[in-house]
């Protein structure tokens, strides 16, 4: 009988991190169970993370996953079946693509489109890969839609994009301060931390904030149901009343922040009327949620895409930080700003870089010293100054022409970007497509001219970071699924074989020695630890081999044995003068408000048993159990007035398209408002372009807008009218 097989790896879901041992018999994954040992977990698991390895069945594996590469022969050929090719002439056909497009329009007619979800060691591949070869910065990534305005608000306060607080802060702190986050639902293993720290210490407050009452919000000991779009009024008024009550710190600002006078006259006009008015609360309870957070004794707060998908994500992200810096919220135990990520690696992907405003460990791209200093890493000339397209702008300059070939991995922008008529019309127009994925099943793998073969979950090695900074190690227990010499790459050795080709096809000097010199994804670790030394996130005291004994924080510099639990203790912070900054950022409206033709505000979110776009909790009937399909999610009253009965199909229509869905009486929203989920693509939700195009998924709807200062679109909020179809 074959041995059972035990390897420790994290899950791939969220972005708590958790820990899981995969079980595994010859090439075969048979189980998986919590890692006792992993501290952002210690064995337990959700109904997604325990279930991984039945979503790795052999079966599931052939029906759903890419399993070598493919090729459309003709651009014409999109939508059609495309041909099985070897990797020598997939890659062939790549770099000759890419190095055409190159020559005749220059590096920023080319386009990288990746994902929170690849590893640490796939995205560093890629970005050096876009800036340091190619000379473009036109790589963005999906935690543009997931985190950027958290990146945003913690750079324009605290100076850096360090999350300050850990997951051992829940159970420290007096009060919980939770904002736009359905932990619930969205980091479900945090949230029964959440229930351990209340279980043990009935004492500790929990205010929940958010537009709809959802599983989080009842366990609330204050929820306050506020107005879409409507934070950074609230919690402008909540220092307003701090102000008048007495309740800042005097000693904390005058010792570590600045900036606090220009904060204090914006707030002046955040009266309890007026906020009440804003964000249709009482004043009552605007004075209890303050009182709350100003006067506890450690006030944690955790927030996520309900301030972050905004159109004033940012201001939203710095108002709630500006609480923290005015009561000394910070650097002390069970206190902090604590942003929780949503996808499994987005904090790993910053550290690198990833993104096209960023650059490795932590640098700016608009800062010259930085730009040097990444060249000089890389042994390049220059990394290129101008700012790359962020995700949306990226789509939209695909759609407009000036971005020619895209290479997307590990992610699905035919349903998961806002605004699909626009995205398609991007992926229909450019010239050249490749996909790189472990799933044939995606909205966008109809798209691609190139489609290559990934391996993911439990056959992939590398590092991720979750959300309190821990670094976990990713390992594999089976072999790459498909043909032995033909089959599923991992992602960085994918990159690194294109990158290496690419050199020779633009013309680098044969007698240099490749830039991508990587045999392991460890040797692609060790060279973006390095590229860390003296910066926040310093990992220099950090291997794989103190990895492989036990995930570890940052940062960790050399000559330490470990990493920091909380930062910013001491009331130095890394901006020029070392205090903290307060941002006074003004209340502004949602983009698209509510009006006559379109009467309700559309929000989206997540369900508590599926992931993403469900290409892998898809194929799980059981994970269908919480909730089976789809539906619109109504007040009653908004219902009977529109003589609507449960289960009604009926059209949502936005400014920019139009679904079907069926009807679902729901009290958790409020009267106007309507909830839909974010997983069911085309087939479950049909619909069209207000230019008559075929398209489905709640992003039919959504809008492209985004914030100002972080390129986040306004995912959480769509003015939409509902007719009985
Ligand atoms: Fe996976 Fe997140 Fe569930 Fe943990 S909470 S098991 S990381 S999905």
Not at 153 to 164: E, I
Not at 486 to 503: K, M, P, T, Y
Request: aromatic fraction near 6%; include cysteine; charged fraction near 20%.
């Amino acid at each position: 009988m074959d041995l059972v097989k035990e390897t420790q790896s994290t899950c791939p879901y969220c972005g708590v991190g958790c820990g899981v041992i995969i079980q595994s018999t010859g090439n075969q994954i048979t189980g998986v169970k919590g890692d006792p040992q992993h501290p952002a977990n210690f064995g337990r698991l959700c109904s997604k993370g325990s279930t991984l390895h039945l979503t790795a069945t052999a079966e599931v594996t052939l029906q759903t996953r890419l399993l070598q590469p493919l090729q459309r022969l003709q651009r014409l050929q999109r939508g059609a079946a495309p041909e099985p090719v070897t990797w020598d002439s997939a890659l062939h056909t790549a770099t000759t693509k890419f190095a055409q497009v190159i020559r005749d329009h220059g590096p920023d007619a080319v386009g990288f489109y990746v994902s929170g979800q690849l590893l640490t060691e796939d995205y560093y591949v890629f970005n050096k890969l876009a800036k340091g070869l190619i000379g473009t910065n036109n790589i963005d990534t999906n935690s543009r839609l997931c985190m950027s305005s958290a990146v945003a608000g913690y750079k324009k306060t605290l100076g850096a994009d360090s999350p300050p607080a850990s997951y051992e802060d829940l159970g420290l702190a007096s009060t919980l301060f939770i904002a736009g986050s359905n932990a619930a639902y969205a980091h479900p293993i945090l949230f029964r931390r959440i229930e351990d720290a209340k279980a043990a210490n009935p004492a500790l407050k929990i205010v929940v904030v958010d537009v709809r009452r959802t599983d989080t919000a009842e366990a609330a000991d204050l929820f306050l149901q506020i107005q879409p779009g409507t934070d950074v009024m609230l919690f402008n008024g909540m220092l307003h009343l701090m102000l008048w009550e007495g309740w800042t710190d005097a000693a904390y600002i005058a010792a570590h922040t600045e900036g606090f006078d220009s904060l204090k006259a914006l707030v002046r006009d955040c009266t309890p009327d007026a906020v009440a008015a804003v964000c249709g609360i009482r004043k009552a309870e605007l004075m209890e949620a303050t009182r709350l957070f100003a006067q506890s004794s450690a006030t944690l707060s955790l927030y996520c895409m309900g301030l972050n998908q905004s159109s004033a994500g940012t201001a939203k992200n710095t108002a709630l930080i500006n609480l923290h810096l005015a009561t000394g919220q910070i650097g002390k135990p069970g206190a902090g700003p604590f942003s929780l990520t949503g996808q499994p690696n987005a904090m790993g992907g910053r550290e690198v870089g990833g993104l096209a405003n960023l650059l490795s460990a932590h640098r700016d791209l608009a800062n010259p010293t930085h730009r040097a200093e990444v060249a000089a890493l890389w042994g390049v000339p220059n990394v290129p100054e101008k700012p790359g397209k962020t995700a949306i702008e990226m789509f939209q300059a695909t759609a407009d022409g000036e971005i020619k070939a895209l290479w997307i991995a590990c992610t699905n922008p035919a349903q998961s970007l806002p605004d699909q008529a626009t995205v398609r019309r991007a992926l229909e127009r450019a010239e050249f497509v490749v996909l790189q994925e472990a799933f044939a099943t995606t909205a966008t793998a109809r798209y691609a001219d190139l489609l290559l073969p990934a391996t993911t979950w439990g056959e992939k090695e590398g590092t991720v970071t979750n959300s309190e900074r821990r670094i976990s190690r990713v390992r594999a227990a089976v072999a790459a699924p498909g043909p032995q010499d033909n089959g599923s790459r991992h992602d960085w050795a994918i990159a690194v074989d294109f990158a290496q080709r690419l050199e020779s096809a633009l013309g680098r000097t044969p007698a240099l020695p490749t830039l991508f010199p990587y045999p392991t994804p460890e040797s692609v670790w060790n060279e973006h630890r390095e590229s860390t030394r003296g910066r926040d996130l310093d990992i220099t005291g950090m291997s794989y081999a103190q990895l492989e004994a036990t995930p570890l924080q940052w940062p960790m510099p050399e000559g330490t044995t470990s990493g920091k639990v909380r930062l910013y203790e001491d009331g130095v912070f890394p901006t020029p003068t070392g205090r903290a900054r307060f941002v006074a950022a003004p209340y502004t409206p949602v983009a698209e408000q509510r009006e006559a033709r379109y009467p309700f505000a559309l929000t989206t979110g997540r369900l508590r048993d599926q992931w993403h776009g469900m290409s892998r909790t898809g194929t799980l009937g059981r994970l269908f159990g919480h909730v089976r399909e789809p539906a619109l999610h109504m007040h009653p009253q908004d219902m009977s007035r529109r003589l609507l009965a449960e289960g009604d199909l009926v059209h949502i229509t936005s400014k920019r398209g139009s679904i079907l869905a069926p009807v679902q009486a729901s009290t958790e929203v409020g009267l106007s408002q309507v909830f839909l989920p974010m997983h069911w693509g085309d087939e479950f939700l049909s619909g069209q372009s207000n230019t008559g195009e075929r398209l489905g998924g709640v992003n039919a709807l959504t809008s492209p807008v985004f914030c100002p200062d972080s390129k986040q679109p306004e995912l959480k909020h769509a003015a939409v009218k509902v007719l009985k179809a």
